[in-house]
Each structure stands twice: as C-alpha cells, then as structure tokens.
C-alpha cells in the first residue's frame, strides 16, 4: 500500500469508530450526552487533523493495529498539558479589553 493509501484506511477505521461511539452516544439520556460532548468534540478534531495530514507509513501501520486507535489517540489527548485553558483566558480579556475601548471612545464621542 502506498503512504496515501495507507492514511486514507487509518481514516476510514477511525470515523467508522466515531460513527459507532456516536450512536451509542445518542441512545443515552440527555445527561449522559452532555456528559461526552468534550470527548465527542475532541474525537471530531483528531479526524479532521487526519484529513489535512499524513503519519508516516510506520506509524500508521502502527496506529492500524489497534483495535480502537481513535479511543487510544483520545487518552493520549487527555494525559497531554495544553495551553488552552490559558488561551481561553487571553481571549476573555482581550475581548473585555476591546470592549471597555469601545465604551471609553463612545463616552467621549458624547
């Protein structure tokens, strides 16, 4: 198989494991749904990560062999420190920063 073809089947193994992982999700209750949004959320951005990318052949074979490699890219996510949390945070105060702008500048307009 070639690098191509061999990204397109890791792929297609995850979304049919994010098909099954989302109609089991929404035969759950409400509650339970909103329970799993950030895994589901998640799960959507590591196959749209694998839409604009390619492992290499090792590491797709690799990722091939198991037999959830959505769920074990997941956990890793889980386990990982990121910035985002800080980054969401940035944005609240930029966004309050550019709004008390705005109200300075429309105070003085008046």
């Given at each position: 198989m070639t690098?191509?073809?061999?990204?397109?089947?890791?792929y297609e193994k995850m979304f049919a494991e994010q098909e099954t992982?989302?109609?089991?999700?929404?035969?759950?209750?409400?509650e339970e749904i909103l329970n799993h949004t950030y895994e589901y959320t998640v799960r959507e951005d590591?196959?749209?990560?694998l839409e604009y990318n390619s492992l290499p052949n090792a590491q797709v074979r690799a990722l091939l062999k198991?037999?959830?490699?959505l769920a074990?890219?997941?956990?890793?996510?889980?386990?990982?420190?990121t910035s985002y949390m800080e980054e969401i945070w940035q944005t609240v105060t930029d966004r309050a920063r550019e709004e008390a702008q705005k109200s300075r500048n429309t105070q003085k307009e008046r």
């Open positions: 690098n191509e073809e061999l990204n397109t089947a890791l992982y989302r109609a089991w999700l929404l035969a759950q209750a409400s590591i196959l749209m990560s198991s037999p959830s490699p074990d890219v997941f956990a890793a996510w889980e386990d990982r420190e």
